[in-house]
């Protein structure tokens, strides 16, 4: 009886020493022998073994208020991917065709012929969607259908700012604007994680043996202001629409170290939907487009003679009674008149005028000034596309060719380039390199990159840009042509420009550019503006189109900026009692 | 015939003691290997489920930033105050009442009248003489 008792009680022992050893057996070899994986785990490289790659962050784009607005930044999204092999042996592609479409608003004949490919292995469905949608995909749980992460590059505010801050193709990189010149430090780097799945497919924690954590892309801070890109951005839309313009471009500088505060062009587009935009809305016309500047270019060949010392502001010149004939061809104003002073050549914008000033200082110091003041060459600005503009090497000038530059005609220039003449003769002759971008910051706060001002020329002495804005200023007064650029409270210099458009064999009489470039206060110049309409209809004139925008843009911003004018000094007259 | 002693000799098969001391001590070292194991992974599965949380966490705070940036955009600001029937101009010149830096002079001077107004009162003074 004990020994059966015994027996019984080895049995039961060894019975469970076999089931613990097998059940711990059967365990080890689970976590230790390597299993396949299902569709859709594409980061697995080996049976159990797991290589992915951690995506990351494009930095942030900022705008230079202290709120520091976010303008471009990335979030979350998934990619919807599907295996068809699964797809179709699982018998699942009329079910996953019908639910696709219907979720992710696509074509649900074009789904069906794509899942229908059982020799196919991987077919991307849809790009970028939203996580909420693609939650509601995952939950369907279609045989073969699976989504990975990714993210996804937005603009909160759309078409604001568009042109600066370009936009990223879908590949994840910068293929315009900011986004584009500053990729390198926007676009970050990848993580890898390398370790082990278990039997389900989820990563086995501690068997990871790699885990570098992705790096986050820079944070770029832009010297644009939101509120005063806004300002500028108003008023030219209604300024389009009120003279039905073909495009337009303004431009707000600081004057002391080129720091633009404010970009626009137009038309625009929005850069989340970059793919529905043509050509001629994403070109940004303030640095990519070239016209002939017109009056507004005066102030330079003018301040070019003066520097020289040929002519003094009182120095007058003949001005033919608005015709001169000239290397056999006939050179008109738009107002006539019989005698002009230099100072009144550009107050009452005489063509005759700054052509005998151009031809009194000779071609070749004119040359060589306005290769000073910039032309001929792209002004370097960190935004792609910038253009040179249209400068004829001196070696082929013709006799007119002086008489012709002197009145913005036979020369193209960007906006930029035009505003920068203009601001160097408000920062005492130091024309600036332009720029967008202040400073680069990476996430952990280090500063990788600061701007600093560079003074690309001094294409003038201190003295002659002194004369030259109290001359610029003349022209906003009430008989000067650009007398609605001027400002309550404020003297305000400029220049205004009416350019005909070349058309083969000539100009236009019909289209033109509307163009106000000026400065304020004119005391201690701070901001530089430069406004231009393509083809304004009916009133074409830049002091009538383009001077409106400049004051109401320089308003704004000299009180949003706290730019105080100088008091007025009152000479108090002694009374005697 | 002598009676067999039972308690000298065992009918049947013996397990070697060896053996079953080997199979103790192997499955003894899984279970410790497994509970080890065990433990590592329900750490391991809650800095997953944290990291999982971060990265979630993070995913919102961009989106939130993003629709904030939306709102604070200018043109949202402007669209909301004409909502509201607000109309909102900027100040003329004369209306801006300017605050500047206190001077040396008036700072001394507030620094004095501190130091009176702390004051305590002594006992037994005539707070109104």
């Known amino acids: 009886m004990i020994e059966r008792l015994n027996q019984k009680r080895l049995v039961i022992i060894a019975v469970g020493l076999a089931c613990l050893f097998v059940g711990a057996t059967a365990r080890v070899a689970f976590l230790h022998l390597r299993f396949t994986v ?100 995952s939950s369907l749980k279609l045989p073969g259908v699976y989504t990975s992460e990714t993210t996804v590059r937005q603009y909160p505010q759309g078409i604001f700012l568009c042109h600066v801050l370009g936009f990223v ?43 570098i954590m992705p790096q986050e892309g820079a944070d770029v801070y832009l010297t644009i202001d939101q509120n005063i890109q806004y300002m500028a951005e108003t008023v030219l839309d209604e300024a389009m629409e009120q003279h039905r313009a073909r495009s337009g471009w303004v431009i707000v500088e600081r004057v002391s170290s080129g720091e633009i505060l404010a970009m626009v062009s137009r038309p625009a587009y929005d850069p989340n939907r970059f793919r529905d935009a043509c050509d001629e809305e994403k070109l940004n016309r303030a640095i990519g487009y070239i016209f002939e500047p017109g009056s507004t270019f005066k102030p330079a060949v003018i301040a070019a003679a003066l520097n020289e010392g040929v002519v003094a502001p009182d120095t007058v010149f003949d001005v033919e009674n608005g015709r001169w004939a000239y290397g056999g061809r006939i050179l008109r104003d738009y107002h006539p008149y019989r005698r002009l002073t230099v100072a009144d050549i550009i107050k009452k914008s005489s063509n005759i005028g700054a052509a005998k000033v151009s031809l009194t200082l000779g071609d070749d110091k004119l040359d060589s000034y306005l290769r000073a003041f910039g032309l001929g060459r792209a002004m370097g600005i960190d935004l792609p596309g910038e253009q040179g503009g249209i400068y004829l090497p001196r070696e082929k000038w013709s006799k007119l060719t002086p008489t012709r530059i002197a009145m913005g005609q036979g020369i193209a220039v960007t906006g930029l380039q035009m505003l920068g003449i203009i601001a160097a003769i408000a920062n005492d002759g130091r024309l600036m390199r332009p720029y967008v971008v202040n400073k680069i910051v990476a996430k952990d706060g280090a500063m990788l990159y600061q701007t600093v001002p560079v003074v690309l020329s001094r294409p003038i002495r201190s003295q002659t840009a002194a004369v030259m804005r109290q001359i610029l200023a003349s022209v906003t007064e009430e008989d000067g042509t650009g007398f609605k650029a001027a400002i309550p409270g404020y003297r305000v210099g400029g220049k205004t420009g009416s350019a005909q458009k070349p058309v083969p064999g000539g100009y236009s009489q019909t289209d033109y550019w509307a163009t106000f470039a000026g400065f304020l206060p004119l005391e201690n110049p701070k901001l530089a503006i430069l406004v231009t309409l393509d083809e304004p209809q009916p009133l074409h004139t830049g002091g009538v189109v383009a001077a409106p925008l400049f004051s109401k843009i320089a308003e704004q911003a000299v009180r949003y900026l706290d730019i105080q004018s100088p008091p007025v000094r009152v000479a108090l007259k002694r009374t005697g009692r | 015939m002598a009676r067999k002693n039972r308690r000298l000799h065992a009918d049947g098969y013996l397990v070697p003691t060896l053996l079953i001391g080997l199979l103790v001590l192997t499955a003894t070292g899984c279970l410790l290997y497994l509970s080890l194991r065990g433990k590592a992974e329900a750490l391991g599965r809650e800095i997953k489920k944290l990291e999982t949380q971060r990265t979630a966490l993070r995913e919102r705070l961009r989106v939130e930033e993003s629709e904030w940036s939306r709102i604070r955009a200018p043109g949202n600001v402007v669209k909301a105050l004409e909502i509201h029937g607000i109309q909102m101009t900027w100040p003329r010149q004369e209306q801006i009442v300017r605050i500047g830096a206190p001077s040396t002079m008036a700072r001394n001077l507030k620094g004095e009248l501190a130091g009176v107004t702390r004051r305590q009162p002594t006992l037994g003074t005539m707070l109104h003489d």
């Open chain 1, 169 to 211: 193709n879908v590949d994840g990189a910068g293929a315009a604007g900011v986004e584009q010149r500053m990729n390198d430090f926007l676009k970050g780097s990848p993580g890898l994680r390398e370790g082990r799945i278990d039997g389900l497919g989820r990563e086995i924690y501690i068997d990871r043996k790699f885990n």
């Open chain 1, 38 to 137: 299902g569709a859709g785990k594409q980061t697995v490289i080996g049976k159990g073994e797991l290589s992915r790659t951690l995506i990351t962050r494009r930095g942030a784009v900022i705008d230079s208020s202290p709120a520091a607005n976010i303008l471009a930044l990335n979030i979350g999204a998934r990619d919807v991917n599907a295996d068809p092999y699964i797809v179709v042996s699982n018998r699942a592609v009329e079910r996953a065709a019908t639910e696709l479409a219907r979720l992710l608003q696509l074509d649900r004949r074009n789904l069906r012929e794509l899942l229908g490919q059982p020799s196919k292995r991987y077919v991307g469905i849809s790009r970028d969607v939203p996580e909420l949608i693609a939650r509601q995909v």
